[in-house]
């Protein structure tokens, strides 16, 4: 069965300690993996998408990459404004889009 | 006004009201999107419009209603719900159905 999984489910961070998100995924063709930032109460905000592995793409601290199995979003000197949740997302070859359940980020000045 | 935009944000309603929620996109878009969001579980798909057209219903029932009168509109009619509906109702939008989504704010329901 298709699905998206996303590790740590919960993440604490110190401001300035860069860390790593996990998005791993089985689909059967993968059309696209996107990455979402989703402050509470509000509507997921796109942050990138990534069509194939070795792809990397990068926003401020922010930084995605792709295998063919999982994706990265790593997050370089955070700062408190980063906190949220992130969710990963895949599209695969019949266009369905599949969620992950989030990593709550918070980052502790 | 730019990108995907949702009224109302808020809303309480009995089980027995009807209610309808909108969703309108700024961004020349053809696909359009109702999603589920509830506490601690992946966004859940409702519906799909591809140019006006419903292409896919994810075993809503049927006290959800769906009406797209065309590419830049979408809405959510509520008649009966229970409270177990109550959660985040998200709008999206893409170019194709293929592609980034893009979403709205939300509206926040809750049923009593």
């Known amino acids: 069965e298709d699905q998206v999984t996303q590790s740590p489910e919960a993440l604490r961070l110190q401001e300035g300690e860069s860390s790593s998100l996990n998005c791993s995924y089985t689909?059967?063709?993968?059309?696209?993996l996107f990455w979402y930032r989703q402050d509470p109460g509000k509507g997921p905000e796109f942050l990138f998408t990534?069509?194939?592995a070795g792809e990397e793409k990068e926003k401020e601290r922010l930084k995605a990459t792709l295998t063919k199995k999982e994706s990265f979003l790593h997050i370089t000197a955070p700062k408190p404004e980063d906190s949220a949740t992130y969710l990963c997302?895949?599209?695969?070859?019949?266009?369905?889009?599949?969620f992950g359940t989030g990593t709550s980020l918070t980052v502790i000045p | 006004e730019t990108g995907v935009t949702q009224t109302p944000r808020h809303l309480v309603m009995g089980m027995t009201n009807k209610k309808s929620l909108k969703c309108e996109q700024h961004?020349?878009?053809?696909?359009m999107y109702w999603y589920k969001q509830s506490a601690k579980k992946p966004l859940e798909l409702m519906f799909v419009y591809n140019f006006k057209e419903q292409t896919e219903n994810n075993s809503v029932p049927s006290r959800f209603s769906p009406e797209c009168p065309n590419s830049s509109h979408l809405f959510l009619h509520l008649h009966t719900l229970q409270p177990e509906d109550s959660a985040l109702y998200l709008c999206a939008s893409s170019r194709a159905l293929e592609g980034t989504q893009y979403f709205g704010p939300g509206t926040r329901l809750l049923v009593l």
């Open positions: 689909v059967s063709g993968l059309r696209g």
């Open positions: 961004l020349g878009h053809n696909a």
């Open positions: 997302a895949v599209q695969e070859s019949g266009n369905q889009f599949y």
């Open positions: 990534l069509y194939s």
